[in-house]
């Protein structure tokens, strides 16, 4: 099976410019995730989505991260203002649904802030 | 809140040696552990994982146990390798609450 897709693979952006990260996730998978990893650290769940609803964005700094998944399979994640902090890997994954089924990561995107 | 501790950090051994890895979690109702392997460059991939239910599980040179009472888990790696060489993450789930909690990660080094 194709794996989690996630594009571009590095970024780079000034402070204050705003950045957007998308991710296809594996075919049939309900559950999607968007993790923060900050070098030497595990990875930090952002959102996370069960077909095109809102499961748990506790830990969204909404004042500048939004994320969407309109129609239940893609999904976006944008930064607007970025900030130094935000540098960091942005790890999509996917798994089948929201028992305990292993989560499947994409392999990132590199977000440096300048 | 909830949390997951890992230990070691960092992990150096040689070729063909055991390595260790363990894990503690908080929640109580945590019922699903699964092991993440990150290489360079890539994004964490399954190795093995363990249900509350079940207290080892083997996958050749891989193995995991879990302790429900101490809440503990290990992940044991025998005769390593040097392409066993990466990041390797605990994760402790709770059905409850739909959340993983990942541990800091441990540095694994194999020396040919």
């Known amino acids: 099976e194709a794996g989690v897709a996630q594009s571009p693979r590095y970024k780079i952006i000034e402070k204050r410019q705003s950045v957007a990260f998308w991710c296809n996730p594996i075919?049939?998978?309900?559950?999607l995730y968007w993790y923060q990893q900050i070098l030497g650290q595990g990875p930090k769940l952002l959102i996370q989505?069960?077909?095109?609803?809102?499961?748990?964005d506790s830990q969204l700094p909404k004042d500048r991260f939004s994320a969407e998944r309109l129609k239940g399979v893609d999904s976006t994640l944008k930064i607007q203002p970025a900030k130094l902090e935000d540098s960091a890997v942005y790890l999509c994954?996917?798994?089948?649904?929201?028992?305990?089924?292993?989560?499947?990561f994409g392999n990132g995107t590199r977000l440096t802030v300048t | 809140g909830e949390n997951v501790e890992q230990h070691p950090s960092t992990l150096s051994v040689q070729e063909g040696d055991s390595a260790v890895i363990k894990c503690t979690y908080s929640?109580?109702?945590?019922?699903?552990f699964p092991w993440y392997k990150q290489e360079l460059g890539k994004g964490p991939q399954l190795i093995i994982d363990?249900?509350?239910?079940?207290g080892e599980k083997k996958d050749q040179r891989i193995a995991v146990t879990l302790n429900k009472t101490a809440k503990h888990f290990s992940l044991h790696i025998t005769e390593t390798q040097p392409e066993d060489s990466a990041v390797y993450f605990c994760?402790?789930?709770?059905?409850?609450?739909?959340?993983?909690?990942f541990g800091t990660g441990t540095r694994l080094k194999v020396l040919a």
């Open positions: 994954a996917s798994s089948l649904g929201l028992r305990d089924s292993p989560l499947h």
């Open positions: 075919s049939g998978h309900a559950t």
């Open positions: 989505f069960q077909n095109n609803g809102v499961v748990d």
């Open positions: 929640d109580s109702a945590s019922n699903y």
């Open positions: 363990i249900r509350s239910n079940v």
């Open positions: 994760a402790a789930f709770t059905s409850g609450t739909y959340k993983y909690i």
